[in-house]
């Protein structure tokens, strides 16, 4: 049997597929504007449930892509920990967990810190309603029933 290459979309695609998907169209309809499968467009719905997954943020307390370049060129100075602390307005502490994480003081590079951040912050959590079949079909019939969503969370 032969195999068919497999099928990646863009995020730019993967956004029309679910603006496209929340307007009410099939997934027969999504597939028909990729000119794809429909079973490629299954696969992307079906990971969270039908619900579009939230964009990934960093947090407001989380360091930023600048303050880590900061700290590198900081570290190649020469500069103490304290001294990029008080730089950049952040405890002491959460610079020396910043360079302990990354390489040391000898080897930390801020975008391969940066991109390492990402990396760790992402949880891949299943959705309840994928994980929980027998509960995706109740949601689903109580939707049908054109109950609200606090009713079903009731």
């Known amino acids: 049997m032969k ?3 497999r099928i ?3 995020a730019t695609q ?6 496209r998907w929340r307007q ?14 429909h079973s490629s467009i299954h696969g992307i719905l079906a990971e969270t449930g039908g619900i579009r997954p939230v964009s990934q943020r960093r947090s407001k307390s989380a360091l930023t892509l600048a303050e880590r370049e900061e700290i590198s060129r900081a570290i190649v100075a020469g500069s103490s920990i304290r001294s990029i602390a008080v730089s ?6 959460t610079i020396c967990r ?3 994480r990354n390489g040391g003081s000898g080897g930390y590079r801020a975008s ?4 390492a951040a990402w990396d760790r912050a992402h949880r891949p959590k299943v959705c309840k309603l994928v994980e929980n079949r027998a509960l995706a079909h109740l949601v ?7 109950w609200s969503p606090e009713q079903i969370a009731g």
């Open 112 to 115: 391969s810190a940066d991109q």
């Open 8 to 10: 990646y979309y863009s």
């Open 88 to 93: 950049l307005g952040r405890a002491p502490s």
């Open 14 to 19: 993967r956004t029309i597929i679910w603006d």
């Open 24 to 37: 009410g169209d099939t997934i027969h309809q999504i597939a028909g504007l990729f000119d794809r499968f």
């Open 3 to 5: 195999q068919r290459p």
């Open 98 to 100: 910043e360079l302990r």
């Open 140 to 146: 689903a019939s109580k939707l049908r029933l054109e």
